[in-house]
């Protein structure tokens, strides 16, 4: 069985909206991985040096309100949430005028 994969058009718009898009995501998910790959190494090098002292929380919340932020603007306020408020906005002018 062979599967035909249609050949795109680079100048498609929906092609270059949805390579955009993978482009956000895969960018989040590098910015994941080199989150907790150095969050694991610095957990390490606190229980390793200052077992007592729990000194890595600032480095977790210091670099996971960066990566928050751009999780929600990669995966909740993206394009389609833009172009809701948008037409909500539009819509609400709309009945203002009326």
């Known amino acids: 069985m062979e ?11 929906r092609y270059l909206k949805a390579k955009k898009r993978f ?19 610095i957990v390490f090098i606190n229980f390793k040096l200052t077992p007592e002292d729990h000194w890595f929380w600032y480095s977790v919340i210091g670099a996971g309100i960066p990566l ?6 990669v995966f909740l306020f993206n394009a389609k949430w833009e172009e809701r408020k948008t037409k909500d906005i539009l819509e609400k002018e709309d009945d203002k005028q009326k």
Not at 68 to 73: A, E, M, P, R
């Open 3 to 13: 599967i035909v994969v249609e050949n795109k058009d680079k100048n498609d718009d």
């Open 23 to 41: 482009e956000k995501v895969k960018a989040f998910y590098v910015h994941l991985l080199i989150y907790f790959s150095i969050i694991l190494t």
């Open 68 to 73: 928050l932020i751009h999780g929600l603007k």
